[in-house]
């Protein structure tokens, strides 16, 4: 399984969410789907990934209007990318070491898919079955 490729585990084509769109939409986005990381695009362009912590923390803070304030304000604009190829092993590791929440996989300049922490857990979980 760890030199599978990551597009084997994926989530295929994440819900993403618009720079431009408002805090509050992306939080109501997440909500309704149940997920906690959300891709984020400018012009059809990926510039940055989201989560729900992201979120909640700015729109805690007293002075930030969460209907008004923009996605853009929260984006984590280096975002780690990797691509459908890259063995599972490798994702894993980049994530362990960085701490990373969630590997966005891109095939050119599109998003494929996203793989996130809970992934890694579901996995772990039915590999100890």
């Known amino acids: 399984m760890k030199d599978a490729p990551i597009f084997e ?11 431009e769109q408002t ?15 959300l891709p ?5 362009a990926l510039v940055g990934v989201v989560s729900d912590r992201d979120l909640g923390l ?5 002075d ?6 923009k996605v853009e304000e929260a984006i984590n604009q280096v975002p780690y990318r990797t691509a459908p190829e890259t063995k599972l092993s490798s994702v894993l590791a980049e994530m362990e070491a960085h701490k990373y929440g969630s ?3 891109v095939d050119g300049n599109k998003v494929a898919g996203i793989f996130t922490t ?6 772990l979980a039915r590999s100890i079955d």
């Open 9 to 19: 585990f994926m989530t295929d084509s994440p819900h993403t969410v618009g720079a």
């Open 23 to 37: 805090i509050s939409f992306a939080l109501s986005l997440m909500t309704e789907g149940g997920f906690r990381h």
């Open 40 to 44: 984020v695009l400018h012009g059809g």
């Open 58 to 62: 700015i729109a805690s803070l007293g």
């Open 64 to 69: 930030i209007d969460p209907d008004t304030t």
């Open 103 to 105: 590997a966005l996989v």
């Open 118 to 123: 809970h992934d890694a857990v579901s996995l």
